[in-house]
């Protein structure tokens, strides 16, 4: 072991060496390395971390006179010395791990302080008050990250004194004011570690990289890891940098800049700096800052070199850089370089624009850009710089901003859009008998519900805002009024909901409207030249068919029949058809249903003429389509009290119990999917016709029509089998009448574990699989989705139980899983099956990744959510 | 392939040879070569019937030849020629597949008549109208089965002829009366075929030899054999048999017996015969067969013959074997042997009986019961002689009889059984509210729910009978009443339930008391002795312990904690748990459970002194244990339209709110198990501190208490972290507390699919598994049990879509691959991971071989199926 390199000057790095050097170290080696001025400072490596946990928190052996040979390079090259009482070397230790990692020890300035020191520094900087600040600073951090004593007690303690002094802001102590904080600051330490600050530099320095290397193992590391997949033997790496001060007079300052402008993404310097000044003064806000092209009036050499400084690190790194900076006596330091973040639409013009300027390839470009932050770019959005009266905040259950009259019901919202007024729908939750309402509305909130609740799945499937378990709402319905703490709010009173944020606004609100610019076409072109997974849509209308061609799908991957049944001139036949009492009644009322059916599909088919269309067989239980059982049972109470009508009373009565008996524990588990086309294989054999009927006509017209018939909630072969024989037979029944041959497939969606683990077997009888990943989820999990989202869910990523919410990204351990062995098994016994994924997770960036890797042929999603696809599925190929 | 022997005559072949010669020639052959005498007849093989199937529905080649050339040893052997009109060779034409298959052809007698050799026949039989009788019957049958012409057709012919003739019964009719339908279904068949009858022996052979393989792929065969996986390759085999005749004169007869008393066991001859008669006058009931031990009188060389040829042939085979013989002019023929049925009383004799005359090994005996079949043994059930009224048919949920006054609810129950008055329970469903009437109950109905509803769990774990989902019963609480069709049960009306048949019987009925025989005490210990899995109970009281301990557990693998909160002291603190709006007011309502919860866990650690005891922590919902939401609504209502009192209304209108956000859409998916240890940490913690002050007395006391903490639902290692940490350091506070040190274990349930599949980080931190089959059953299905079985899943099973109910019979493919998954990947991180299953497969023989073959430790189920799984587990050893 002796004999190991653990320590590394700047000069002696580079940026590939992340791993060794951890992500900071690396840039500030890679710096100097190409000829920039860094302060002077050194690493400790990852590995010196690691062998210091193999050795039981000892440093391993050499690491420490390695560490001492390089300060003797700091001290010569800044020819300042440590602990020297009159041009003292101060130095800033920070942990820097490969990958960034809130909850470890962050960073210890002026290190090198003790009482002799400090007068150096204030003789350096001309400023008492200012050295002793940074004493009592360096002290408060020092206890607080490296000895464990809270933050809190650092605070009680100034506070006492500046009530003493009748201060209110710290600025306002002066340089005896802070000495005696120092003593007491020091006592402190005393009193809590049983010994006195350490006024040897170098102990001092040691006793901060152990503390680095230490934070690596506290407990918040090792859940953040566990959670994230980090490694826990990454290990983290310790910079230690010769401090340098942007306020030892005019000649000097400090700033901070973006190589381009992060929030439009124009090619011009973007950031700001103050003369005679160190950080924290920025961060005080005491003076105000000035745009960073100022500095070519104040100190034009120094502007010069800061801009080809810029141009030489996006250049080197191929990207926007984010710097800071200090001039210390006229010499422009470099004190860190790094990604710069940028806005959706900056993203979008920078990646397209360095492809123009030959910096980088269509890859990188299109790696450059944050799948998700496309959505913001398809949606209305609330003015930046309004300000809000925000009442409270829900789940941003679907992106975009509205505002409108508040109303309670569906109906009544209906009727208000047709007068051409503009609501907001609220609900405790919503219902497929919403439907019509939120249709109708500008935005939806409800009070109770997930981000995968039903309307937060209607509204982001048509593009509509949604707050969605906003729990802070008290909603009475009676009397059409939503209590948040005591502010009341009434029906017709204007609110505004913004989807993106889960914020509930009071009032109207500017909105800017979205545009679609030529660089976000452009860099989807490349994206779809690049994927290799198909995109298409989940649509079930003619006009979210047309919306989803506009962004680019190529197919629908879940056309759901369900809503279908929902329309008001439907509902009534439908629940005839529930509460048929024999088979032939039953018949009676899918004869009428038929036509209806057919018109749908053979809208939604013609509109996708030419694609592909994946049209699913009813799958919800049917109680979902009758009244409501309270209200029922309300209406019925009502009436046996006040003796009303009595046909009325028996006819409720007897509805009621119908409901009953259709109602279900668990509906999610119950008599649905397929199930239904088992028991009533009626209601499957119309849905068949009707497919095939339209599709008949329009081939007939000369459209290419390409149905994929979808049996819902397949757990075993004999299931798929006996509905399969009949929709064959229907098909043949109707190429027999129509005189049309047609194309079509059969297949089944693959949403309980059963069906994943017995996909060998039923690939055999089906043309293609389309995992339904929202029901995979609840059942891997055991999670009702609506529950959990309301109940637990948000605790679990609190407590960091989960890293994420399992519905919005795809659980790769548990659910993906299932999903790979669901793969490998079918396309063993059906190499031709094509396989698709339908689930809310085929338009997640991670998620579609994982279909990429994993094979599918396609994900389908959202027609909101196709652009964000068509760019993941690009960056999953590149990646992969 | 020319060459292969395709054709066996009886002295060629063995019982070994099952698979080539299906079991009923196997063992027709096996009788031949022990010297039995046999009627001479060949096998046509198995491998006959593939080659057929490989070769298009041909014959392979030489196969023809063989059954011809066998044929003329069979004409040797008979002294008869095949379509001789003189003396006529008759044959029967079996199926006989290894696999005995209902749905495949059974059986064409008399094949080689015709218009000619009918005469011989009546020559021979000296009885024309018998003759002619066998020649109509051929024409049926072979128009039926062989020809494909439906049997009501034949039906309709002769039934015409009886009315034109004015007769009621069939041997009405005179031989030339027989003639002349005859003559009719020899029209008939040339109508429907096309074709005349075929008076050729040969062609009628060789026809019902392709109609025997061509029924081994009919659809039903082809359902039958997916459902109960057996290979489509085994193909049946065809038996054809010589014709002998036991109603050629009084030295001639026909019968059946058993070689010891089927329904007791006792070694005696058992069964009946009639002398000059055939086996379909048996079955036609005209004449009343004799005992078979009057067969002695009659004619006693052939009886003296027949008692030697039956302990021949149980000692050949060492097993009860059930006799089919002929007696043709005093010579006894054997048409068939094979195992025979018997009563589970008698199958315990005869089992123990054979084990002592040295006939068979302990191992063969153990496998000669049917480990179902103890069932009956342990319980109560209504004497087989006495006649029932039976008024409806339920799902027989748990086994056993009862007999008491219609109650309708729980309260009820309780008091009208402390006034020592008998009631069955009659409920649409129970809850967990409904256990003290349970309790008070001799019984329990409920017109919904399935086999592993609330009602069905909770009576089988009390030993109790349980007629569940009668869903005939439309029951009206109001009135008191419950409407059968248009039958009325009252309040107070006597009724019997038969919770092994499913039968609801008006009236009290006579019960057989359960006895355990010697022998019942015999087999087990031998099963004891023989087993390698552990068996432990269900049991959630001392007194369930104690009836666990006495039926063999060795140890409780499911104490639910739940039902300790139903008890009437408990519930109110419980909801004011629930309630509380604070932490602070639940831990006071906890602290109130607190000594209770002890007192439970010192009850049953106490009674199972010794053995483990596995402690669930909380796992239903909160919901179930506040009052019905329906019943509030109601409650509201009428104060609400009656103007009462507004204190009153408030006070239900907040429990309302509060009972809904409690709610949940699919509760078995929601907020339970461990999540809500996770949200409710002070719940886990309080039943963690009850249970180890419990074992910390007792330990004290002296007694050997070995409590395993289990923490339900873990679906993620980090849920087993968070809530085994606040385990692990109350146990040490106890510790400390008490000064007495004690062993515990802390795991967890295995029961949703993703727990399944991260089962080697989770043994990481887990002692020991428990698979939760029930729950994992219904998310791997994605099926909720009660409303599976309520609404689809008999369809399933009726139209062969399941073979089995997976609640009860643990799916293999399905739910067992997971289980193989855990057991594997747990395993391999923890080796000494004690695993075991405490769903009610625990206690299913099918499912305890599986849980054998898997590795786990040990199975658990309700104490009164402890003795099926004590001999299930023997014979998975056995047979594995």
């Given at each position: ?539 079930d209308t003619p ?16 056309c759901r029949t369900e809503h279908m049944f929902m329309g008001?001139d439907r509902l009534p036949i439908v629940?005839e058809m529930i ?7 039953r018949k009676e009322a899918l004869d009428k249903l038929l036509p209806m059916q057919e018109e749908d599909f053979y809208g939604i088919l013609k ?6 269309v994946t049209i699913r067989f009813l799958d919800p239980?049917?109680?979902?389509f ?50 239904l086309g088992?028991?009533y294989?009626e209601i499957c054999n119309m849905q068949a016709r009707a497919i095939f009927q339209a599709t008949a006509r329009l ?6 029509v390409?149905p994929?018939v979808e ?16 929709v064959?037979?229907i098909a043949?029944?109707v ?9 079509y ?136």
């Open positions: 072991m002796e004999g190991n390199k653990y320590v590394y000057l700047f000069e002696e790095g580079s940026a590939d060496l992340k791993n060794l050097l951890g992500g900071k170290g690396a840039n500030l080696a890679e710096m100097t390395n190409i000829g920039l001025t860094v302060p002077p400072g050194m690493i400790i490596t990852t590995e010196a971390c690691n062998a210091f946990y193999e050795k039981n928190l000892q440093f391993p052996p050499g690491m420490e006179e390695q560490v001492q040979d390089k300060l003797k390079v700091l001290e010569n090259e800044t020819g300042k010395k440590f602990g020297d009482p009159k041009a003292p070397l101060l130095v800033s230790v920070r942990s820097g791990a490969p990958i960034s990692m809130p909850g470890m020890m962050d960073t210890v300035l002026n290190l090198g302080l003790n009482d002799e020191t400090v007068q150096g520094l204030a003789a350096q900087s001309n400023d008492e008050r200012f050295a002793m600040d940074c004493y009592r600073r360096f002290l408060n951090m020092f206890g607080d990250v490296v000895l464990g004593i809270e933050h809190q007690k650092f605070e009680d303690y100034l506070q006492r004194k500046k009530n003493q002094k009748n201060y209110q802001f710290d600025y306002e102590l002066s340089a005896s004011d802070w000495k005696e904080v120092i003593e007491n600051y020091k006592q402190l330490i005393e009193k809590e570690t049983g010994k006195p600050f350490p006024q040897d530099p170098e102990e001092q320095l040691f006793k901060a990289i152990y503390a680095v290397f230490n934070s690596w193992n506290i407990d918040r590391a090792i859940v953040y890891r566990r959670v994230n997949k980090i490694p826990d033997d990454l290990g983290t790496a310790v910079n230690i940098v010769a401090m340098v001060y942007g306020n030892l007079g005019d000649d000097c300052g400090t700033g901070v800049a973006f190589t381009r402008d992060p929030s439009t993404g124009e090619k011009n310097l973007y950031g700001e700096y103050l003369t005679n000044a160190q950080g924290e003064d920025v961060v005080a806000g005491i003076r105000t800052p000035r745009h960073i092209s100022s500095l070519k009036d104040e100190m034009p050499d120094v502007y010069e070199q800061f801009v080809n400084t810029c141009h030489l690190l996006e250049e080197h790194y191929r990207d926007v850089q984010d710097i800071e900076f200090t001039i210390e006596r006229g010499k422009l330091y470099l004190l860190q370089t790094r990604k710069g973040k940028r806005t959706a639409q900056a993203a979008l013009k920078i990646a397209v624009d360095m492809v123009k300027e030959g910096l980088i390839s269509k890859e990188k470009a299109l790696n450059m850009v944050e799948p998700s932050h496309l959505d913001n770019l398809l949606h209305r959005r609330i003015d930046p710089n309004a300000e809000l009266d925000i009442a409270a905040k829900g789940l941003p259950a679907s992106p975009g901003a509205a505002s409108g009259q508040i109303i309670f019901n569906a109906d009544e919202a209906e009727k208000k859009a047709q007068e051409g007024q503009k609501v907001i729908l609220v609900r405790t939750e919503t219902t497929p008998d919403d439907i019509h309402g939120i249709v109708a509305s500008q935005g939806v909130l409800t009070s109770r519900g997930g981000m995968t609740s039903h309307a937060a799945v209607v509204a982001r499937g048509m593009g509509k805002p949604c707050v969605c378990g906003c729990e802070a709402l008290q909603i009475n319905y009676e009397k059409e009024t939503f209590l948040v703490e005591d502010r009341q709010f009434n029906k017709g009173d204007i609110l505004s909901v913004d989807g993106g944020t889960g914020h509930v606004i009071v009032g109207e609100v500017p909105m800017l409207e979205p545009e679609l610019s030529d660089e976000f076409q452009q860099l989807l072109e490349w994206a779809d030249a690049t994927r290799k997974l198909g995109i298409r849509a989940n649509a006009q979210d068919a047309a919306k989803s061609r506009e962004l680019g799908a190529e197919g629908i991957g879940l008001n629940q509460l048929a009492r024999s088979e032939e009644k509109a996708m003429s030419g694609f592909p239980p049917l109680h979902e009758l009244p409501d059982k309270e209200e029922l049972l309300v209406e019925i109470t009502e009436l046996r009290i006040t003796n009303g009508d009595k046909d009325k009373l028996a006819e409720k009565e007897d509805l009621l119990k119908q409901v009953r008996q259709l109602t279900e524990f668990n509906p999610m588990l119950g008599h649905r999917g397929c199930r088992i028991t294989p081939v007939k017209e000369g459209y290419d390409l994929e049996i819902p909630l397949i757990g075993d072969i004999n299931e798929l089998s006996f509905v399969r024989k009949d064959i037979e043949d029944k190429i027999e009448e129509s005189g049309v041959k047609f194309n497939m059969i297949g089944t969606m693959i949403e309980v574990p059963r069906a994943t683990l017995l996909s060998g077997e039923i690939a055999k009888e089906a043309e293609f699989f389309s995992f339904g990943t929202n029901d995979l989820t609840q059942t891997t999990f055991g999670f009702s989705r609506d529950d959990a989202e309301a109940k637990f869910l948000h605790e679990y990523i609190d407590k960091k139980i989960l890293a994420e919410n399992p519905f919005i990204v795809l659980d790769r351990d548990g659910v993906g899983r299932l999903m790979e062995v669901s793969v490998q098994e079918s396309r063993k016994t059906n190499p031709d099956l094509l396989i698709g994924i339908c689930g809310e997770h085929g338009g997640e960036p991670n998620s579609i990744e994982f279909c990429h890797l994993v094979g599918l042929n396609y994900v389908s999603c959202s027609p909101f959510r196709v652009p964000i696809a068509r760019l993941s599925a690009a960056q999953a190929k590149i990646n992969n």
